[in-house]
């Protein structure tokens, strides 16, 4: 478990190196999703990113990838006092899903608001 901290509408990138059975994947062909939500529970995700949309493969071979969340993003969380969200990052196969990270978002207010 890892934890991700922020400031409401700040640009946060979050670099990842994804592994099974201590080993790096070849990214080459798959799929990571990263997804946060209020609570285990909920059905719809706040926030959502993948490989394209929000994450790019920085060294496919091995397995390195960066997630960017943009001020969009998480400027309306944390108007008045800290937001805290859940999140998992998975990788997708044509057959399989396999969950490689997961952690807390922890969303700051912040005095100023807006895009300067």
Known sequence: MSDITTYAGDTTTVDYTVML???PVDLTGLTLRWAARRSY???EAVIE???GSGIVHTDTANGRA???LLPADTA???VSSPATLVWALRLYDSN???TVATGLLVVQ???QRGVV
């Open 21 to 23: 059975d201590n080993q």
């Open 41 to 43: 529970g909920d059905a």
């Open 49 to 51: 990113k993948e490989t």
């Open 66 to 68: 960066r997630l960017t």
């Open 76 to 78: 309306g969380l944390a």
């Open 96 to 98: 399989n899903i396999y």
């Open 109 to 111: 207010p912040v005095a």
